[in-house]
């Protein structure tokens, strides 16, 4: 079975750094063409892309917060790790974290975590 | 960057079939990807490369991929499934990332 969570702070004070833990199980991602990813959705808009590591370590983030942005994994313990610097109430949003198929789905995250909602607020 | 496009709402009656599209530019050379969300909850995969389903979703849900045009039918449409649609691709011409359409809410009336 397999399982994604998040994990971190409900609320951050803008300008302050979020770093958000993914914890999963049911997979490993030492495994080929496995990856991890972060996503996000603002209250009522769409879901948005933020980052992406693989199996090989190679990373991938969003052009458009690519400077405030750094993922990182520890495969012994199974888990990702994201860090968004600079939070700014425009960055409140559900984050989630979802596995990555490179090659058993052509690009695609096939699993995903029940989400957690940060809110950016003084 | 490349752009999905999606419309913001589709209605349909129940039985009946729905069909959300996602326009993109020669998106048909590109693997699609349909995810559904309901209220509070996270996205599912419902179809992946174009036109396969996971094993847990009923055959109701397929999809199709053409020139700048990929589209998500939902056949015999009940009330569960009521929910908000994003279809995704991966962008690897320019730099690498990932890109979501932006949701169709699908109303069943």
């Known amino acids: 079975q397999i399982t994604l969570k998040e994990s971190g702070p409900t609320v951050v004070k803008p300008t302050q750094t979020l770093t958000l833990t993914c914890s999963f199980s049911g997979f490993s991602l030492t495994t080929n063409g496995v990856a991890v990813g972060w996503i996000r959705q603002p209250p009522g808009k769409a879901l948005e892309w933020l980052a992406l590591i693989y199996w090989d370590d190679d990373k991938y983030e969003s052009p458009s917060l690519k400077s405030r942005l750094t993922i990182t994994k520890d495969t012994s313990k199974n888990q990702v790790v994201l860090n968004v610097t600079n939070m700014d109430p425009a960055d409140t949003a559900t984050y989630y974290c979802?596995?990555?198929?490179?090659?058993?789905?052509?690009?695609?995250?096939?699993?995903w975590g029940q989400g957690t909602l940060v809110t950016v607020s003084s | 960057s490349y752009v999905l496009t999606q419309p913001p709402s589709v209605s349909v009656a129940p039985g009946q079939t729905a069909r959300i599209t996602c326009g993109g530019n020669n998106i048909g050379s590109k693997s699609v990807h349909w995810y559904q969300q309901k209220p509070g909850q996270a996205p599912v995969l419902v179809v992946y490369?174009?036109?396969d389903r996971p094993s847990e979703i009923p055959e109701r849900f397929s999809g199709s991929n053409s020139g700048n045009t990929a589209t998500l039918t939902i056949s015999r449409v009940e009330a569960g499934d009521e929910a908000d649609y994003s279809c995704q691709v991966w962008e690897s011409s320019s730099d690498h990332h990932v890109v979501f359409g932006g949701g169709t809410k699908l109303t069943v009336l």
């Open positions: 979802a596995r990555w198929q490179m090659w058993v789905g052509n690009n695609v995250f096939d699993y």
């Open positions: 490369d174009d036109s």
